[in-house]
């Protein structure tokens, strides 16, 4: 069966950035929607960011302004980059992937961000 595997995860103090990374690791047909959601401790899963086709994008209120969704058609892989990090940003990252065709979702295993203050 397909993973999504993440990377890019970490520690970092406040202001910083981080750079996440997402990939399946087979073929994935009929992609809708790729994107970023994140769990805090406590606190329900949230999306933080997502990329449709080729270039409609969707951000969080929280995030917008500091976060970057964007892909890479040939691999597949969706990435987010994450300037100014707050230690609100804390949090279990996941990637998802969405389909039409199939209308199988896919998630990734996610990744710990910590942003320390």
């Known amino acids: 069966q397909v993973q999504l595997v993440e990377s890019g995860g970490g520690l970092v103090q406040a202001g910083g950035s981080l750079r996440l990374s997402c990939a399946p690791s087979g073929s994935i047909f009929g992609i809708y929607t790729m994107g970023w959601y994140r769990q805090a401790?406590?606190?329900?899963?949230?999306?933080?960011?997502?990329?449709?086709?080729?270039?409609?994008?969707?951000?969080?209120?929280?995030?917008?302004?500091?976060?970057?969704?964007?892909?890479?058609?040939?691999?597949?892989?969706?990435?987010?980059?994450m300037n100014s990090l707050k230690p609100e940003d804390t949090a279990v990252y996941y990637c998802k992937i969405e389909t039409r065709l199939t209308g199988v979702d896919y998630w990734g295993q996610g990744t710990q961000v910590t942003v320390s203050s």
């Open 41 to 81: 401790p406590g606190k329900q899963r949230e999306l933080v960011a997502a990329i449709t086709g080729r270039t409609s994008t969707n951000y969080a209120d929280s995030v917008k302004g500091r976060f970057t969704i964007s892909r890479d058609n040939a691999k597949n892989a969706v990435y987010l980059q």
